[in-house]
């Protein structure tokens, strides 16, 4: 079955430590997205990237950092600069182009002990 | 600058009956438009799109209306299941937002016996 894996599903960090997010997809799939989700709000785009080796800041990257060294996998970290990181993390894919619906994995929940 | 915007965070609605979720934007060069359904601790799942060249989309259940003029469009749901009940969000992308999709903030949806 095609699909998006994130991983973990729940996830602790200790204050000031980085941490990295998985996100795998098997759907073929050019473009992948990271948005983050608050309690009572819509998602906001963080980082996306169009094509393997190439990624644009979304609206709040800030404190983020992302690489994509393989079409499959587009791995997100969430450094100590990040201020309020508890969240829950979405990772996306799309066929690369405008009108074509995104497809979400299942997210990761990250909570700061 | 929210640019896409639920204003009604909740909606209850007899089973059987039709739901009416609305979503306005402000941005006009937003030409793709998507509605999403989330369960909770789950990613968003693709419902229904439609592009600005239409004013009407059906999908089994699901309809979704554009009207341009009023920037405005709704995801009408007939009938309605006790398996609808679920978070709604309204997405869209264009412009220099191409490929980038902007989310509202969700309207939560009970179905009631």
């Known amino acids: 079955d095609g699909g998006i894996t994130q991983s973990p599903k729940y996830l602790f960090r200790k204050e000031g430590q980085n941490v990295t997010l998985s996100c795998e997809q098997n759907?073929?799939?050019?473009?992948m997205y990271w948005y983050r989700q608050d309690p009572g709000q819509g998602l906001r785009l963080i980082y996306y990237s169009q094509i393997v080796n190439d990624f644009q800041k979304g609206d709040i990257a800030e404190g983020y950092s992302v690489s994509r060294e393989k079409k499959e996998s587009f791995p997100l970290t969430v450094t100590s600069a990040q201020k309020n990181p508890t969240a829950f993390y979405l990772c996306?894919?799309?066929?690369?182009?405008?009108?074509?619906?995104?497809?979400f994995g299942d997210g990761t929940r990250l909570s700061i002990l | 600058d929210q640019q896409v915007k639920q204003n009604s965070p909740s909606l209850s609605v007899q089973e059987g009956r039709i739901s009416i979720l609305n979503c306005d934007y402000t941005n006009s060069m937003f030409d793709y438009f998507l509605w999403y359904k989330k369960y909770p601790a789950e990613g968003p799942t693709f419902l229904i799109s439609i592009s600005s060249i239409k004013d009407k989309n059906e999908d089994g259940r699901f309809t979704v209306f554009l009207n341009k003029s009023a920037k405005h469009l709704s995801l009408h749901i007939v009938p309605s299941q006790p398996g609808d009940s679920a978070v709604y969000f309204c997405a869209a992308s264009g412009g220099v937002s191409w490929g980038k999709l902007q989310f509202g903030a969700g309207t939560q949806v009970v179905v009631t016996p």
């Open positions: 759907l073929n799939h050019d473009a």
């Open positions: 996306a894919s799309s066929i690369a182009g405008g009108m074509e619906p995104q497809h």
